[in-house]
């Protein structure tokens, strides 16, 4: 059970600016770090992982003999820092995320709501964070014959949803299975519609875009193939818990 939570943070690629880390030894919380982008060495005791985008790691709290990061690329992450009553885990890992778009967005949504303290908000960061090791639990049943089958719907979703109205149909028949089969498959894999699921991939795009600090809302709207600012605004704070404008603003002000 978790019975504290420390901290909620982002990190940059422009937080650290040496290729080489080498943090305290004494882990005084649990860490439950999501990788977005970027690519490292960490050495951490006698075990050394290899971090990629859509990578989650865990880091058990106490003494540690070596806590070591190298960076190949920089890259951006969100971490949180927790207790709990019973250890998770007495050893680190590193899990390689097959609904990465998924677990990233409730890490997302997880910052927000941290960092914008509303009325509740600690208890809905907690839950949050249950609501992730319940998806991390659920990767797991689906049998990979059955994965197999909507696979090529996955991989045409993430190559594709940017640039179109994607319909179900179409998926379906991609899968050379019945829609219902589809859909049915796709929910048990990923906990979530297939409609559901590209609006989180378009939302993680808009954040990324947002935090770039590159374009306007409106101009991220329309990258993320909206057509209405609005109706992008609208569906961005259902999905993160914020405005678009707010967002940016308490990932500023966290800083």
């Not at 690629?13 to 990788?35: A, G, P, R, W």
């Not at 990465?100 to 949050?128: N, P, R």
């Amino acid at each position: 059970m978790i019975t504290n939570i420390n901290r909620v943070a982002m990190v940059d690629k422009y937080e650290y600016k040496d290729q080489k880390t080498v943090f305290s030894s004494d882990l005084k919380h649990n860490e439950l770090i999501f990788h977005f982008s970027g690519e490292s060495r960490v050495y951490f005791n006698d075990k050394v992982f290899e971090i990629m985008p859509g990578t989650m790691r865990f880091l058990p709290c106490g003494e540690s003999k070596r806590y070591i990061v190298e960076r190949e690329r920089r890259g951006e992450c969100i971490f949180v820092s927790f207790d709990t009553d019973t250890a998770i885990s007495d050893e680190a890992f590193v899990l390689a995320i097959k609904n990465a778009a998924h677990i990233g967005g409730l890490f997302k949504k997880m910052f927000a709501v941290w960092v914008a303290k509303g009325e509740g908000y600690y208890f809905e960061t907690m839950s949050m964070i249950y609501k992730i090791f319940s998806e991390l639990q659920k990767n797991n049943y689906l049998p990979e014959g059955q994965y197999k089958k909507i696979r090529p719907a996955i991989n045409y979703i993430e190559n594709h949803f940017l640039d179109e109205k994607i319909s179900i149909p179409y998926l379906a028949a991609l899968c050379k299975i019945s829609e219902s089969y589809f859909k049915k498959l796709f929910i048990k894999k990923f906990g979530m519609s297939p409609i559901k699921y590209i609006i989180r991939l378009k939302i993680n795009h808009a954040c990324d875009l947002l935090l770039s600090k590159q374009y306007s809302i409106t101009q991220v709207a329309e990258l993320c193939g909206y057509d209405n600012v609005y109706f992008f605004s609208r569906q961005f704070k259902e999905y993160v818990g914020t405005s678009p404008s707010v967002f940016v603003e308490k990932y500023i002000s966290s800083k």
